[in-house]
């Protein structure tokens, strides 16, 4: 194909007598058609090969006198035209770039939607899972409350039948053990220190009971027939107390004596507890009566009635 003058239009059949523009127009010109500025330019070889037209060439900073003064390559129709195909086609490149940058970018985005579109999922299931299991978790604590208010009611019970099963019964702690005690003389003596006399017939059973301290003299465990047979003892206790072990029998030392109601272990550890409580806040007296445990601040003040170990909050 050949190549035209950008200047007078006709063929350029020459390289020697012919330039070429390496800015963005790429166009071809006669030696004999630039202008004369542009002549004097190109003497080098090196300065040939990186010339390029006015239109391209950039615009140097000189006065606007000179810069009327010096004529400009002149513009034709076939030069516009080769400039503005050869911008044409740089910008299809670019688009062509760009075109393919946003199909790589559209990819790239359609697989994070898809990956947000399954978290998206998968948080939901697990919103779903995690309803169900509070739902469920609810259940249970509601099933677990009903089943400790059930398993309290059970022990209270089944304390109070422990209780029950006791109301004969007294207990007597520091009498000194002896080896070979003779149980029915040494309630007999019991009895005569409190001032009143052992019948052996309203007595069912007598004997020591082992305890978790070595240095506790294990105590005493008397059923009687009846709960008057206990009520008895217990009032008579209350009318002398105190008395000390040599006032039932001379060979024996002066620790005190106590006789109390028997109460089921788990009555006698909530004793302890409560005794303990009372102390630190001041109360002066606590005591049991039918397994019952009560305490009072001062003499003419209410009793409070203590049925288990939260109640200790009422102090």
């Known amino acids: 194909m050949p190549v035209i003058c950008g200047v007078c239009g006709s063929e350029c059949s020459s390289e020697n007598e012919s330039i070429k523009c390496v800015g963005l127009c790429q166009s071809v010109f006669h030696l004999a058609c630039i202008s004369e500025e542009n002549q004097d330019s190109i003497k080098t070889r090196g300065a040939k090969r990186d010339w390029q037209c006015a239109v391209c060439r950039p615009v140097r900073s000189t006065s606007i006198a000179s810069s009327r003064s010096t004529p400009a390559t002149p513009v034709t129709k076939e030069f516009l035209i080769q400039t503005l195909e050869a911008f044409k086609s740089e910008m299809f490149v670019e688009l062509r770039?760009?075109?393919?940058?946003?199909?790589?970018?559209?990819?790239?985005?359609?697989?994070?939607?898809?990956?947000?579109?399954?978290?998206?999922?998968?948080?939901?299931?697990?919103?779903?899972?995690?309803?169900?299991?509070?739902?469920?978790?609810?259940?249970?604590?509601?099933?677990?409350?009903?089943?400790?208010?059930?398993?309290?009611?059970?022990?209270?019970?089944?304390?109070?039948m422990e209780q029950y099963s006791r109301q004969t019964n007294v207990e007597i702690n520091g009498v000194p053990e002896t080896n070979g005690e003779h149980m029915e003389e040494l309630l007999k003596d019991v009895a005569s220190s409190i001032g009143l006399e052992l019948k052996k017939e309203r007595v069912i059973a007598a004997h020591r009971v082992p305890t978790f301290s070595r240095n506790r003299t294990p105590p005493i465990i008397v059923k009687f027939t009846t709960r008057q047979d206990r009520d008895d003892w217990l009032q008579a206790f209350k009318e002398v107390r105190p008395i000390t072990a040599d006032k039932i029998n001379r060979h024996f030392n002066k620790d005190k004596i106590f006789i109390n109601e028997h109460l089921s272990p788990e009555n006698k550890q909530l004793l302890?507890?409560?005794?303990?409580?009372?102390?630190?806040?001041?109360?002066?007296?606590?005591?049991?009566?039918?397994?019952?445990?009560?305490?009072?601040?001062?003499?003419?003040?209410?009793?409070?009635?203590?049925?288990?170990?939260?109640?200790?909050g009422k102090l």
């Open 97 to 160: 770039r760009n075109a393919k940058e946003f199909t790589e970018f559209r990819t790239s985005l359609d697989f994070f939607s898809e990956k947000i579109d399954k978290s998206n999922e998968l948080m939901e299931e697990l919103k779903l899972a995690c309803n169900k299991q509070k739902k469920e978790m609810e259940e249970i604590k509601e099933e677990n409350r009903v089943l400790k208010k059930s398993v309290a009611t059970l022990e209270q019970r089944l304390r109070n």
């Open 272 to 312: 302890g507890r409560v005794k303990e409580a009372a102390r630190s806040k001041g109360y002066k007296y606590v005591w049991s009566r039918e397994g019952k445990i009560f305490v009072r601040r001062e003499n003419g003040e209410k009793c409070i009635r203590i049925d288990v170990s939260d109640d200790l």
